[in-house]
């Protein structure tokens, strides 16, 4: 079947840098996205990789390894607005959408 | 730039029944794809929708059903309801020019099947 891992939890403290896993296993894997949902939000875009590396943008960035089936999303000085729950999302074959089953983080004060 | 749309927010409806779910997309956006939101399954796949045609769907049953219109308005339709349908249903849109790379997401539609 076609799944993507990621941890269900995450707590970190404020200022501090986070790491979220995510493992896929998905037929015609075109790129990975993430996404952030505040409780009784809509999820937000944050980023994609259609290639390996590191992709940033300000505090957040992503990486992909297509070779082993892996990617990780970092989010760096951590700020209380951070807690929310991340998704990754795989691009499986054309135009069909793979969520995690989401992260969700916690930021201590 | 108006966000994405859905009508109605919230709905009641008892196992059996149908209902219909109204998405409309980012002017400009022409493709349109549903999910459903539940607390242990995460974001579930549905069908994307582009230009008036189904690109790909997910594996629900036939129960669930969608189309877009011309305006690349969308709707999504589930009949013979039953109590695992109870979700939140979200539709995203996109310029659906390439695979993958940003969606946006409305609101979402809270269903409740009791």
């Known amino acids: 079947g076609q799944s993507l891992e990621q941890p269900s939890e995450v707590t970190a403290v404020e200022g501090a840098i986070v790491q979220i896993n995510c493992t896929y296993q998905?037929?015609?894997?075109?790129?990975l996205s993430w996404y952030q949902q505040h409780d009784g939000g809509a999820p937000t875009f944050l980023s994609y990789?259609?290639?390996?590396g590191l992709e940033e943008t300000g505090r957040f960035s992503s990486f992909l390894s297509r070779s082993d089936s892996y990617g990780y999303l970092l989010l760096q000085e951590l700020q209380m607005k951070d807690s929310a729950s991340y998704f990754c999302?795989?691009?499986?074959?054309?135009?069909?959408?793979?969520f995690g089953t989401g992260t969700r983080l916690k930021v201590l004060a | 730039k108006a966000g994405v749309t859905q009508t109605p927010r919230y709905l009641i409806k008892t196992r059996g029944q149908q209902v219909t779910l109204s998405c409309s997309p980012i002017?400009?956006?022409?493709?349109v794809s549903w999910y459903q939101q539940t607390p242990g399954q995460g974001l579930q796949f549905l069908f994307e929708y582009f230009s008036e045609t189904q690109r790909n769907k997910g594996n629900f049953p036939g129960r669930f059903s969608g189309r877009q219109f011309s305006n690349s308005r969308s709707e999504m339709n589930v009949s013979t309801l039953e109590l695992g349908d109870s979700a939140l249903y979200l539709c995203a849109s996109s310029s659906g020019a390439g695979e993958g790379g940003e969606q946006f997401f409305g609101p979402g539609t809270r269903l409740t099947v009791l």
């Open positions: 998905t037929s015609g894997f075109y790129g």
């Open positions: 990789n259609a290639l390996d």
């Open positions: 002017s400009g956006h022409r493709s």
């Open positions: 999302a795989a691009t499986s074959g054309t135009y069909k959408y793979i």
